[in-house]
Every structure is written in C-alpha cells, then in structure tokens.
C-alpha cells in the first residue's frame, strides 16, 4: 500500500495507519521506518515505509514477522512473583505495586546491610536499555554495577570503543551517505571506491546503526568490496579479495597489509605528518609481520593480504566496515587498533565517503541509546571506584559503556569478593542462553544471588531459572521512546497496549520516584523525554509529528575545532592527533601498539589438544530470521529455521561419516552440544560453525528442560574469565572441538 508523505497517520479502511520508527523488543539494532497498521488495539500488519531516507522502505524478516510476536498470547502478561522453587516455574500474579514494594524493601535491605555496590543490573544486546538501565542503576539502586549479561570479556562492541576511544576520540562509521536526508544525492559525499567488510555480514546483521542494504546500493554505483571473513558470505562472493582467515587471526591480516602499506609508501603521507602521532613505532611493530609469517599465522595467501591491502590504500576514498568478530578474541583491542590504523594512515578517516567520525545527531544521548553514564556522576568516587572490574583493568573506564567487567561479576558471585552480589536484575537478557560465555558456570552461579528480578516480553530460560519477580515488558509498538545511534534522531510511537505490560521507560521511572525522587524529577515519561530532547530543540509530540530529523554533517571536524571540547583543531585525544602508539597503556602496562594473540586453545596454542579436537570452531554469525535468542518463539521464523544448524565443508562431513541434516555433536574439554549438520562448501575445511542463542520455546519450561537451553547450547564449549590484558575480548568466536554422529 501508498503512504501520504505529509501525514504520520491517516486511515486505509478500517485499518489505522501510522508512520514512525520500530526498535526493540522483538530485536533490531537499527531503528528502520515503518508503517504500523493497526485494527483497535491490534497490530495487524507492518510495512517498510517508503518516503524514508533511511532504509528506503526495505524491511527484514524480523521487522516483517512483528504482529506474530507481538500479539502471541504466550507473553509475560503482568508481574509473577514466584511461588515454588526456582526452576519450578510456578508463579502467582501480583499488581505493578505490589512488584515494586517487594523490590523497594529488597534494595532497602541491601542498602542497610551490604551497600548498594552488592546490586548488580544486565542487559542484552545494546538497544534502548542501553541508556535506561544505566540510570535505574545509578540513580535509583545507587550502585555502579551495570554489567552486559556475563558476556565474556564484554565482547559486543566494546573492545572496538576502547580503541577508538583512546586511539581517536570518537566513534566512526562507513559513511554511506547516511549523515545527510539527501542520500545520495548529497553533492558533498563521494561513493568509497572500496568497502572493507571485516568480521561481519551486515546485510543479515545490521549492527550497529549500519544498513547492510546501503552496501548493496554502493556496490551497484561501482563500489569494490575487500571481505576479510572465514566464511564465503553473499559479500565474499562479490568481492575482489576474499581474505579466508582462520578464526582469531584479525590482527595479524590487519598488520601485514599495514606493513604493506607503510614499506610500498602508498600511506597517505600529508595525513601522517599533520595528524599522526606514532607512526614510526607503528612501522618499526608492522615488519614483525611480514606476509610469510602472517600467511602461516592466518592461513590467508600472501598475495591475497598484499593484493588486498594495495587496492585498499590506492582507493579513494575508501572505508572499512566492521562487525562482531573483532571483539570476539583475547586482543579485540588490538585488531581494533590495526583496523583503525589502516583508515588512518591511508587518509579515509571524517572524509567523504570514508570513516566518519560520528556522534549522537543534535546531541541527544539520553533515552536514545548510547548514554550508558547516565546517572553515573551522581555516584561518590569511592562508590564509582567500587566498579566491579575496574581496579584491575583501567582500559575498562574508556570503552563506549562505563559497564562492570561480565567476567568480574561473575566472580564476585561466585566467591563473594570483593563482596557480595545480593541482587541481579536482567532486564532484556537471555544469560546462559545467549549472553554469557560458559554457560554452566554462570547458571550455577546465579542460582547463588539471593534475589533476581527478569524485565522481558516472554518468559526465557534465565527467567524461569533464577527469577524471583518476572517484569512484563512493553514492545516497540507499545512505547514512546526516541532512536539515535548514531544519526537521524528518530521518534518511536505507541500505537498498541499489551495487557498490563510497562515499557522500560515506565519502570524505572516508577521504581526512581520511589528509591530516589530527587534524581528522577519529571511526572510522566514524556516530560522525561522532553528533557531528554532538549539539544534537539524539539518536544516529544513535534518529533513524532516530524518522525525523524536529520542534522548537518561535518567532515574533516579535525581542522575546523569540532571535535575538541577546547575548539581548537586536532582530535579528542590527549596528544590531539590518532594515537597509532598509545602512551597511556604504557602507563596501564599494556602494549602501546596492536599486535596477533594466539586463541587460548588452536593448532598454535594447543597442539596437543588438537589430537583430540582437531577442528577450529567458530560461532555466532547472524541468520535471517533470529536476533541473538530472540523470535525462537516465532512459527513464522521457526518454519525457515527449525533447528540450530552446525555448518561444515562436505570434505569434513565425509571425514566424520555425517550428512546434511544428521543431528551432530560438537565437543571440546569444556563440553558438548548438538546441532544439525548443514554441509557448505564455503568453510574451510578445518573450520565449522556452531548457531548460538538456542532454546525450545515448544518445550518444557520447568527444570531439568528449561526449554532445552542446554541441549543445543554453543556456549556449553567456550570460556569466561579467559579475557585479553586490556580486561576487554575473549574468544568466543574462536576455539577448538570435534564432530560426531548424534
């Protein structure tokens, strides 16, 4: 159906039409236009919209599949406290006061007898708690215990913020026009001669405020691709170079074309001289890695790595788009330092058509994302100081979130030190499911912490485990909210109610007012997101009658004083240039300059171990029809992907006598699960690929099932606490095992 471009809602029939912005939950990390049709209080249908600037109309199937999960009469419909034994799944409805006094009396008591650092709050995937938890911990508990679901070495994203934060200052992005309402039609932006798409498939996953479509757009105006990835992607398959790596090698790919790159002298040489500090210790570190050695390290053909890094540097402009992968190893950190080096030197950094170097559009970080200190000043710096994590690993205080170490909380938990953690409150976070590493362990240990509070749409397995109050929360549809990350600034829309559920808005609102009036001053939640608004200039009700506004975009901010806060030109750094050598991790202990870290078991590290699991395994690429955990539930989704799937190269199927669709064990010294086998040429033989996020929403929910959590479960074979210097990576996406016949 047509959309009236003047209006943000009208009606086609009996349906009502409104035009804003979906988000989460069900999950996205994007925000794309849509066009809610609803009958009553129904969502009956969703739609891209097309007058969008954005993503143009296009949809994925998660999008697509809303009114499934939204209206699925198996949601958590009001608040249950819990009545029998955790794991029972016996639980008794109460009212929303009636959840927040048993809570309130809870942090009371933990105030009183342990301190408020004993309370400790998670998420998921960065989305729209990413900037609301933040505020409910520090503010309202009054800890500074906000933590990432025991994710390993808080290897989503952060590992990549570290670095940029120290390297650059800021955030960038591939600049695919999407800083302008003109797109492409924009005559100040250029289309990058070439893309780099490293770690990641972004037409399926869509992270980070990146549309892969717009990669599909560039390559149709003449854009080359370089794809450094083990696995032989749509991309890959469209590339020049396919840059096949073993798992866990980034870092060596990414020193081996700079070395290239500096010894042939196709740097950008005016950058270097004007805004670099440390390139000569960067090129002295490169020759460590000639193409020989870095050909034996990450089984990618010398000329391949030389041939890509020639194209690349010669492209102008060009821009590297990055995923998941780089933070999923022990020196995340690092191979982010190399990869932001090569934008770098080669002058592809806040150009046109380059890496931009991004913030929030009209300054708006609250409610809209990426403000995870919100809240944090209003701490003591002795209770700040008390961050789970931090003491031990500074780094931790320059990532894109002030989050306690996963890693560290689990610790805690386990041995009560530095003290005890007497309160866990998930909010959006399937933990031993999905989040966290070594899932075992973790749900062990959290059958330990006295009280657990689950703020979710459906009852996961980590619900049905460890909570004692389970939270109804409010879908995309049925809030109103804001969408930044990183630009346009978008409105969300409430057009539905689900029963008696809340958005996360609403509750930490309610449990601030009562905890800490003082730091939550608005009645309602609109006068919170109108404070929230207020670099915008707009109120809540004119942003939803513009749906989205775009700000003007700035390049080359460097030269024009934009980006420090003294206004003077340079970078956000402490030197005001990129710091390729960082001396600030000298001063942490830390290597001032990237380098390759073996993973803690491979054909490198552990040899001997190989015998008796001879694979390389990886894990976590993106499907169509799943967000990490999410929409298992969905009979849609489930009819294109009913089963986990472990992927492997016909040879090594035919090694271990398996066929396509055999059920499979997948074991290493840690443990096992099993999955069915799907047979692709497009893997390395040495290599296979294990599906995370896994459970049965069909099954039983009570303990010993749980939904099947276990059975499938990729992260009964990877590691906690097995984490790089910096505190940040761990290597989830890179390990060993064996396959057999189930």
């Known amino acids: 159906m047509g959309s009236d471009s003047k209006k943000v809602q009208w009606q086609e029939g009996d349906l009502t039409v409104t035009r804003t912005c979906a988000w989460t939950a069900p999950g996205c990390h994007d925000g794309c236009a849509v066009l809610y049709y609803t009958k009553g209080n129904e969502l009956v249908k969703v739609e891209g919209d097309p007058e969008s600037k954005y993503n143009f109309g296009r949809l994925c199937m998660r999008c697509l599949s809303m009114p499934e999960l939204v209206n699925d009469p198996k949601r958590v419909k009001w608040p249950m406290k819990r009545i029998g034994e955790r794991g029972e799944n016996k639980w008794e409805r109460i009212t929303w006061d009636q959840a927040y006094d048993i809570i309130e009396e809870k942090v009371r008591e933990i105030w009183k007898d342990y301190g408020p650092e004993s309370i400790v709050t998670a998420i998921g995937t960065g989305r729209n708690t990413w900037s609301i938890v933040p505020k409910l911990t520090y503010s309202a508990f009054k800890s500074p215990n906000f933590s990432m679901g025991f994710l390993a070495g808080d290897s989503c994203y952060l590992p990549r913020a570290a670095a940029m934060g120290t390297m650059l200052g800021d955030f960038f992005i591939t600049d695919a026009s999407q800083m302008d309402e ?109 193409l020989d050695k870095a050909e034996e390290i990450t089984w990618v053909p010398a000329e391949k790595i030389a041939a890509a890094a020639r194209l690349f540097a010669k492209a102008k402009p060009a821009a590297i788009q990055w995923g998941l992968a ?48 919100w809240g944090l000043a209003e701490l003591s710096e002795e209770m700040r100081a008390k961050r789970l994590g931090v003491a031990e690993y500074p780094l931790l205080k320059f990532g894109l979130a002030v989050t306690s170490r996963g890693d560290t909380v689990l610790e805690a938990i386990e041995t009560d030190r530095p003290y005890p953690v007497r309160m866990y409150w998930m909010e959006s976070t399937n933990t031993f499911v999905n989040t966290s590493a070594e899932a075992p362990r973790v749900y062990k240990a959290l059958k330990k912490v006295p009280f657990v509070v689950c703020v979710d749409p459906v009852l996961t397995p980590s619900a049905v485990a460890f909570a004692d109050l389970v939270l ?29 559920c809340k958005t996360d808005e609403e509750i930490v609102l309610d449990l ?11 009645d309602t939640v609109e006068d919170m997101i109108d404070w929230a608004l207020k670099p915008a200039g707009v109120t809540f009700k004119e942003l939803e009658e513009k749906v989205v506004m775009w700000p003007k975009a700035h390049y080359k901010k460097y030269e024009s004083g934009k980006l420090r806060p003294d206004g003077e030109p340079g970078f956000n750094t402490d030197t005001g240039l990129v710091n390729l050598y960082q001396d600030i991790f000298v001063e942490w202990g830390l290597d001032p300059l990237p380098y390759h870290m073996e993973p803690v078991y491979s054909p490198v590290a552990t040899p001997q171990l190989m015998k ?110 097995t984490t790089g210097p910096t505190g940040y990576g761990a290597p989830i996406k890179n390990t060993i095992c064996k396959i057999y016949k189930a």
């Not at 109804?472 to 057009?495: F, G, H, Y």
């Not at 009562?514 to 608005?522: G, K, V």
């Open 326 to 373: 780089i933070d999923t190893q022990r020196a995340g950190v690092s191979v982010a330092n190399s990869i932001c080096a090569l934008v770098a030197i080669t002058g592809n950094l806040d150009v046109p058509g380059g890496n931009h170097l991004i913030r929030s559009a009209f300054g708006v970080d609250r409610l809209a994302h990426v403000a995870s200190d």
């Open 512 to 522: 601030g007012k009562r905890l800490n009036p003082e730091a939550f001053p608005w």
């Open 612 to 721: 008796e699991y001879p694979l390389v395994l990886t894990a976590g690429a993106r499907s169509w029809e799943f967000f990490h955990s999410e929409h298992r539930q969905s009979a849609t989704m489930r009819e294109f992907h009913p089963n986990p799937r472990v992927t492997m190269h016909p040879d090594t199927a035919a090694k271990y006598g398996i066929k396509e669709g055999d059920w499979v064990w997948i074991e290493n010294n840690l443990g096992k699960c099993k999955q069915v086998a799907v047979l692709d040429p497009g893997w390395d033989p040495r290599v296979v690929h294990g599906e995370h996020g896994w459970w049965f929403p069909e099954r039983e929910a009570a303990e010993p099932t749980l939904y099947g959590a276990f059975e499938s479960n990729i992260n009964n074979l990877t590691t906690q606490c």
């Open 182 to 290: 003109r797109r492409y039609e924009n005559p100040e932006w250029k289309r990058p001669e070439v893309v780099v798409i490293w770690g990641n498939n972004p037409i399926i996953s869509n992270g980070d405020g990146f549309l892969g479509h717009w990669i599909v757009d560039m390559m149709k105006m003449g854009t080359k691709l370089i794809v450094v990835d083990p696995h032989l992607t749509w991309f890959a398959s469209r590339a020049d170079y396919w840059l096949q790596l073993r798992p866990g090698t980034d870092a060596a790919v990414g020193l081996a074309m700079l070395n290239v790159i500096i010894q042939e002298g196709l740097y950008d040489k005016e950058f270097v001289e004007k805004w670099i500090y440390g390139f000569e210790q960067l090129a002295e570190r490169v020759k460590e890695y000639p």
């Open 472 to 500: 109804p929360a409010a879908m995309s549809v049925e809030r109103d909210s804001l969408r930044n990350w990183w630009t346009p600034l978008r409105s969300i829309s409430k057009v539905t109610q689900f029963e008696d």
